[in-house]
């Protein structure tokens, strides 16, 4: 009777362990697209995230950017855009997260940029 308990409990706390690992938050990082240039930002995240917007440095608010049809978010600017860039964006998980700096000023296509937040 003990090793059918002794079963049951193992088989509790694998079943445990699978939830959660499967549950762990992944760190969001932002890669910038092609044809990113001084009046055009593109943001990829590396997590599917919606309603994206970015904050210009010196800005007050924030200005939504567009999605694109393969998981991009564009900004174009009629005037040169000025880092360095916040997000503010909605997470499955519900309400919305702010990454302040997340794209600095000096920002080139291709290059990935790391956050310390995970969601």
Do not use: H, N, Q
Request: net charge positive; hydrophobic share 45%; aromatic share 8%.
């Amino acid at each position: 009777m003990a090793s059918r308990s002794s079963s049951i409990l193992l088989a509790a706390a694998a079943l445990a362990a699978l939830v959660f690992v499967g549950s762990c938050l992944s760190a969001l990082s932002f890669k910038t697209g092609p044809g990113c240039s001084a009046t055009k930002l593109v943001l990829i995240p590396s997590i599917a995230i919606s309603e994206v917007e970015v904050k210009e440095k010196g800005a007050d608010d924030f200005s939504e950017l567009k999605e694109g049809p393969t998981g991009t978010w564009t900004l174009e600017g009629k005037a040169a855009l000025k880092g360095p860039f916040s997000i503010r964006f909605a997470a499955k998980s519900g309400g919305y997260r702010v990454v302040d700096d997340a794209i600095p000023a000096s920002f080139k296509s291709g290059s990935v940029y790391k956050t310390s937040l995970r969601v």
